[in-house]
């Protein structure tokens, strides 16, 4: 398949742990690769969260989830019916996954994906530290230009593209017990 320059160019930021702002379902996103405690960390410290309150993952397909979570729960069925999707599962981490991805009950939130363009970065750099754009307490961005201006030079890379139907976040789920934690 062939991509863009611009969609090569985010990348290429994302396999090297950097930060970038791309268009997602509903808003504006910040991302980084689930494998960069570097990338992590910068986030967290963008978006003053603490240990507590983890972010949520991408992915482009199956093997990306399993990656990061294990599927084999209850509602197995449900969730692979969702996908892809604005659905996201709180599921077990995976043991193979990075430890900072796990809330303190060992889950980790993830989704994959049917945005276009995010699933392509997915595609192309694996799975994704994903979080929308915007300072604590201010409204999500749903433009490149509203998330520049939350962070200019601390985001190194801004991929232009359209944001997906959705006028609302990601429905939240838990996998274990179907628990609605986000409408």
Not at 77 to 101: H, K
Not at 122 to 146: I, Y
Not at 154 to 182: A, C, Q, W
């Amino acid at each position: 398949m062939n991509y863009d320059w611009k969609l090569t160019s985010a990348a290429n930021h994302l396999r090297r742990g950097d930060l970038i702002a791309h268009a997602t379902e509903s808003v504006v996103g910040l991302a980084t690769s689930v494998y960069s405690v570097a990338g992590f960390n910068k986030l967290m410290r963008l978006k003053s969260r603490t240990a507590v309150k983890k972010f949520l993952v991408i992915a482009a397909n199956l093997s990306q989830v399993r990656e990061v979570a294990d599927i084999e729960v209850p509602l197995q069925v449900e969730i692979l019916e969702s996908w892809p999707g604005a659905v996201t599962w709180v599921l077990p981490l995976s043991r193979q996954a990075p430890p900072w991805l796990a809330s303190e009950e060992g889950e980790v939130a993830i989704r994959m994906t049917g945005h276009k363009q995010a699933n392509q970065l997915c595609q192309l750099s694996g799975p994704l530290v994903s979080t929308s754009a915007n300072r604590a307490g201010k409204v999500p961005a749903k433009t490149l230009h509203r998330a520049r201006s939350y962070f200019g030079q601390e985001v190194d890379f801004y991929l232009s593209g359209k944001l997906g139907g959705s006028v609302r976040p990601s429905k939240i789920m838990h996998g274990v017990n179907g628990d609605i934690i986000r409408e």
